[in-house]
């Protein structure tokens, strides 16, 4: 009870039209961030049961693009919430009428999936500095908060990536050989003595 308490005055205490609307935000996706902190890390951790004891973004970084298919170059302007991260690696754009857009192609692929990766990585090291800086006590308690907050901006921005309507991750998984080493639990339940590979192609 006192939980649900607990999340009914921290949805009541955000205020969408308020000035500081964002840090509100902010504010209470950490607070949901910390209730589901040990979930949290349980179900991020679980990429090492999928990918054979490796995590989810050295899959990612060992992936050599097979030669198939080409993927047809799409073009996107840069979302604001893409420019705020500057540890990414070099995102793939070329200038197109005075305006520098973001390029998904065969050629890139392979750079967005480092992009990707870099959030999953950004996620991973920020969960770590959390648990550092608890393991110091009172001593560590700042030291965590600024983690926490540092790891909230990992995982929307992850989130945003996933999402975002240019659809690059979803290409990723579905029109490229990226994740082929990936078993699939369903398929693991309906036949026990077999791994089940993901089956997908370089394709547009």
């Not at 902190?37 to 050295?58: Q, S, V, W």
């Not at 550092?132 to 308690?141: I, K, M, S, T, V």
Request: charged letters at 30%; hydrophobic letters at 45%.
């Amino acid at each position: 009870m006192d939980h649900i308490a607990d999340v009914q005055a921290a949805l009541s205490a955000f205020d969408a039209r308020a000035t500081d609307a964002d840090d509100r935000l902010s504010s209470l996706e950490i607070f949901f961030l910390l209730r589901s902190f040990p979930k949290f890390i349980a179900r991020f951790n679980e990429d090492t049961r999928l990918c054979g004891g490796k995590r989810l973004f050295e899959v990612i970084r060992e992936w050599n693009p097979a030669r198939g298919a080409k993927i047809l170059p799409r073009l996107f302007d840069w979302p604001d919430w893409l420019v705020q991260f500057k540890a990414l690696p070099p995102i793939p754009s070329r200038v197109v009428d005075g305006k520098v857009k973001c390029e998904f192609s065969d050629v890139t692929k392979r750079m967005w999936s480092e992009v990707l990766a870099a959030f999953l990585v950004g996620v991973d090291k920020s969960i770590g500095d959390v648990k550092l800086a608890r393991g110091r006590g009172e001593e560590g308690e700042e030291e965590a908060h600024r983690a926490m907050r540092q790891l909230n901006e990992w995982c929307r921005g992850l989130y945003y990536f996933v999402y975002w309507e240019a659809g690059i991750v979803q290409k990723l998984l579905t029109k490229t050989t990226m994740l082929n080493s990936i078993t699939v639990p369903a398929m693991l339940d309906k036949t026990a003595s077999s791994r089940c590979p993901i089956d997908v192609s370089d394709q547009s």
